[in-house]
């Protein structure tokens, strides 16, 4: 059972890779990372009231201790974390190019419109 957790967290990290690596329109990352938030935060808080429930789940999926369990899902945000924070910086690289070129085509002198005629 612990081969097939493991090939899925290596399906989900690549799955997840393409996806946020991919681009498109940040309205949908947006929803990935709220929603991903959202599931991640849950399940903190019934480990937190419910810490065997925790446990039986990882023994049930063949991980053994709920700890490692944990350490996968941090491992798996920690990667979107990084790909989103990745995709925004390149998104904003991108309007900060092109507000720069547009202030350099504006502040441009024009002959034609000098005043020293």
Known sequence: MLIVVQILLVCAV??????????GSNARH??????????FATAAVLSIFFPEVLSTVASW????RGTDLVLYALIVSFLVF?????????????????????IAIDETERPWESPSR
Request: net charge positive; proline share 0%; hydrophobic share 50%.
């Open 14 to 23: 690549v799955l997840v890779s393409l996806v946020l690596m991919r681009g």
């Open 30 to 39: 947006l929803a990935i990372r709220r929603i991903m938030l959202l599931l």
């Open 61 to 64: 999926l063949g991980i053994g």
């Open 82 to 102: 990084m790909a989103t924070s990745y995709q925004r910086h390149r998104q904003t690289e991108i309007s900060l190019t092109k507000l720069a070129r547009r």
